[in-house]
């Protein structure tokens, strides 16, 4: 079999009517069987090696958030990209127990997935570089995932004819602010430099099984947490470590300005702070707030 | 017809003043912009991966002053350089490296190297209207001008030294701003000092010599105008200071490495390195 080549993998989502296809820059897909060995009094070695839970599959990438693009093959419909944004911040605020996935096809393989952790990363003046992790489950008989591994012709796909990465999401006019006023404040109103934030959010969820169907009938969600990882120049005492009871808003724009995705942190509170100073340097402090839902 | 722009064709001034005694400029930048190439996709498209920075390096021969020494402190400086009917400014030119060096049969040359974190270019970012001359009065220093203090040099001749200092910065950058919030002049800033003597009686240390026999030196570098008329209605005092250009003191520099060399053709030299850092 020949070797496939990086750009005849494409990675495609699509979650209700919506298609997404990727920037990704890598991909990783693992499976897993939940085997036990059977031992038995009386006998060498081992019977076999049973199941005790269900096959699981995760499939995880990093990519380069599309703020705008194709979003229906079949009409040529464009519209509002970054299907992933929206499921985190829908989920993560849904009153529903009940959830769907994310129809996931890469090189030909595609599963459903739930969305188990989600992180952006903004480091100076450079392209928004976001990272996800799907857990795949199966439903009833149906496997995590299926399909054969195959190369797909890179000349087939349609993406957005530009050559500068226009429609990108880049820290060059993104904020990172509260309702009011930037993050990062000291006690004497000082607006400190704010180098740095890694955003993080994770999912936890409940799969349903019943007995005779090695895969869950459904899944409930329950929880979420997020937190955002700051780097700044100043130690900020603007927010306590019983927080401020503000919003936190992270306001991901595209590199031409015209296009933007909101993440919105609830009332995050001050977890932890740490101050930094080594030889030949300057002093650098951290901090991480977090939010519950 | 064919034209070309001649080294009468172009000027480099800094803050207004221009730059006298030229000998070589550089100045460009490297575009961040890098290419995203992902999975599964037939187009390359382009972003800007870090914030835009420029660079500019002069060498110049040492006359009247020093020029390029004063900023190695805090402080950026903004400049412009013209050629035949273009100008060229920068803003927020951070110094990065100086030095200083001459050899018997040269004339001292000066060499510095900036971050440039502002904005290099055609647009108008300052006017400083006419520059002026640094100094019409040209004072070139030779290399027969210059006195150095330095124990070993008593019955061993000195052909060259060679002045490098390099001046750390560190820009902070907020993380949705293309250019720096503050620059910080670091600390210290790293000085090396290297001679190549013609040796007669020179005696190299042993390899171990670090830390039972360790070396420093006090070094001075009076760097004087070739062409200064002493002037005899003047004391000793104020005949030096006019006469002067350029004068570093160091003060414990360690010896850090030598070099013993020799071919057929020539005499024997001994290049060494002192070493020694400057805190802000």
């Given at each position: 079999m020949a070797t496939i080549r990086y750009d005849q993998v494409p990675l495609i989502i699509q979650f209700g009517k919506r298609t997404e296809r990727m920037i990704a820059r890598e991909c990783s897909l693992s499976e897993a069987a939940d085997l036990t060995p059977i031992y038995s009094i009386g006998?060498?070695?081992?019977s076999e090696q049973a199941p005790q839970g269900a096959r699981t599959a995760s499939i995880s990438f990093s990519y380069s958030p599309v703020?705008?693009?194709?979003?229906?093959?079949?009409?040529g419909e464009t519209g509002s990209y970054n299907i992933i944004n929206d499921v985190a911040n829908s989920l993560k605020n849904s009153k529903n127990s009940q959830t769907s996935g994310v129809s996931i096809r890469f090189g030909n393989i595609s599963g459903e997935g739930l969305l188990s952790s989600y992180s952006l990363s903004l480091q100076p003046y450079s392209p928004v570089e976001c990272s996800v992790n799907f857990e795949l489950f199966g439903s009833g008989e149906n496997l995590p995932v299926s399909g054969d591994l195959q190369a797909e012709s890179p000349e087939s796909f349609k993406y957005i004819?530009?050559?500068?990465?226009?429609q990108y999401g880049h820290s060059a006019h993104s904020a990172f602010m509260t309702a009011g006023s930037p993050a990062t404040i000291t006690s004497s109103n000082e607006t400190g430099i704010l180098t740095s934030v890694d955003y993080s959010i994770n999912f936890e969820y409940e799969p349903v099984y019943k007995l005779g169907?090695?895969?869950?009938s459904s899944f409930l969600y329950h929880k979420a947490n997020e937190e955002a990882n700051l780097s700044e120049n100043v130690r900020e005492t603007g927010i306590a470590f019983t927080g401020k009871s503000e919003n936190f808003n992270l306001n991901i724009r595209s590199l031409d300005n015209q296009n933007a995705i909101l993440v919105k942190m609830n009332?995050?509170?001050?977890?932890n702070t740490q101050l930094r100073v080594s030889s030949q340097g300057a002093v650098e402090t951290k901090k991480t707030i977090r939010s519950f839902y | 017809m064919l034209s070309r722009i001649r080294r009468e064709g172009q000027k480099l001034a800094v803050n207004g003043s221009g730059i006298n005694g030229l000998q070589s400029l550089s100045f460009g930048y490297q575009s961040t912009a890098q290419p995203v190439i992902p999975l599964g996709v037939e187009r390359v498209m382009y972003a800007p991966s870090s914030p835009q920075t420029a660079s500019i390096s002069a060498n110049s021969l040492m006359?009247?002053?020093?020029?390029?020494?004063?900023?190695?402190?805090?402080s950026p400086f903004s400049g412009q350089v013209n050629y035949k009917d273009q100008t060229i400014k920068f803003t927020e030119a951070y110094l990065s490296s100086y030095s200083c060096s001459c050899a018997i049969g040269e004339i001292p040359s000066l060499g510095m190297q900036a971050e440039i974190y502002g904005e290099m270019g055609?647009?108008?970012?300052f006017d400083f209207g006419e520059t002026t001359p640094h100094d019409t009065d040209l004072q070139v220093a030779g290399y027969n001008s210059i006195d150095i203090n330095l124990d070993e040099f008593n019955t061993n001749r000195v052909n060259s030294f060679a002045l490098d200092i390099q001046v750390p910065r560190t820009p902070i950058y907020a993380?949705?701003?293309?250019?720096?919030?503050e620059v910080i002049s670091n600390s210290p800033m790293d000085i090396s000092l290297q001679f190549n003597i013609e040796a007669d009686d020179y005696k190299i240390k042993n390899m171990?010599?670090?830390?039972?026999e360790t070396v420093f030196r006090n070094v001075s570098l009076k760097i004087n105008k070739n062409n200064y008329i002493w002037d005899d209605a003047l004391s000793t005092f104020a005949n030096n200071l006019r006469a002067n250009i350029k004068v570093f003191h160091f003060k414990s520099l360690l010896l850090v490495s030598e070099q013993y060399q020799s071919d057929s053709n020539n005499n024997v030299g001994i290049n060494f390195v002192l070493k020694g850092t400057t805190l802000r």
């Open positions: 006998k060498y070695g081992i703020l705008t693009g194709l979003i229906r093959e079949d009409t004819n530009s050559k500068l990465a226009a169907q090695e895969f869950p009332e995050p509170v001050l977890s | 006359v009247y002053d020093d020029f390029f020494a004063q900023f190695t402190g805090e055609t647009g108008n970012y993380f949705n701003d293309k250019a720096p919030s171990r010599f670090v830390p039972e």
